[in-house]
């Protein structure tokens, strides 16, 4: 029985990023019928410093309502150019338990993460990454601060390695009615006997096939590929044990997302491919 809506969880640092993250997600929502809620969390000591405690309640009320209107700045223009409604709410403590704890509380479908500009893969900090990519057992998307994925605009839409292992999501056929087409998968192999399994294991799915030969620059062409043919949101499937005869892939996901200048739909579960 599929969902009626999908809970998507947006993670912001208020960066300036965010406006593009947030599109992103909405493009996702409409797509697959999805609700939005972004969570914020800011840490105390961002706040107040060494303040007697009448004083740093004073400034915390008013930092809780500037940061109330700062992000009421970001979504509304938004909601209101898309339609849809999107809920929001931040927190002030230690950034990683919060947002934990929210997950829990709130059991959200997916998780939007934001990839800044930078060679590491930082929204809140690497080690909010690691978490969430080793212990949530959802769908995680990484979008990309500058390959968007535009609301109402039909989906370029990749696939790393297997088409088949990468939509083993309820939400797959959603994806693939709203994609441009044919649908586009990037291969590593290793012999010819590889792609010729390849080749038949794609025959349901309208799709353009490109193949690299597996070695250190195999990363790096694809990512070339992936903007030559504007792909703008790729598919993978993070279960090892799904993708092991045909991904000689040695980096981690998070090295992986990095060299990849698109927005990432990681499927499949983390605890076969996160060590």
Do not use: W
Request: glycine share 2%; hydrophobic share 35%.
């Amino acid at each position: 029985m599929k969902k009626n809506k999908y809970k998507i969880l947006v993670l912001s640092d208020m960066k300036k990023s965010t406006s593009t993250v947030l599109k992103s997600a909405v493009s996702l929502a409409k797509m697959i019928n999805g609700d939005i809620q972004m969570f914020y969390v800011r840490k105390p000591t961002d706040i107040v410093a060494k303040e007697n405690q009448l004083s740093a309640m004073r400034t915390i009320n008013k930092e809780y309502h500037k940061t109330e209107k700062q992000i009421q700045d970001i979504i509304e223009p938004i909601s209101n150019e898309y339609g849809l409604n999107i809920q929001s709410s931040f927190s002030f403590g230690n950034v990683k338990d919060e947002i934990l704890l929210y997950i829990k509380e709130h059991k959200p479908d997916i998780i939007v993460l934001g990839k800044r500009k930078s060679k590491t893969l930082n929204i809140i900090g690497d080690r909010v990454t690691d978490v969430i990519l080793k212990t949530f057992e959802g769908v995680i998307m990484i979008a990309d601060s500058k390959n968007a994925l535009e609301p109402n605009d039909a989906l370029s839409l990749g696939v790393l390695n297997n088409v088949k292992n990468a939509f083993n999501v309820d939400f797959a056929e959603n994806l693939i009615v709203n994609a441009q087409k044919p649908l586009k998968s990037f291969k590593i192999i290793k012999n010819s006997t590889d792609l010729k399994e390849t080749k038949s294991s794609l025959s349901e799915i309208d799709t353009l096939e490109y193949v690299f030969e597996s070695n250190d620059n195999a990363l790096n062409n694809i990512s070339k590929y992936l903007v030559k043919s504007r792909v703008n949101l790729l598919c993978l499937n993070r279960d090892k044990q799904q993708t092991r005869k045909t991904e000689p892939l040695n980096s981690s996901i998070k090295d992986l997302v990095n060299k990849l200048n698109v927005s990432v739909l990681l499927t499949g579960t983390q605890h076969q491919i996160i060590r």
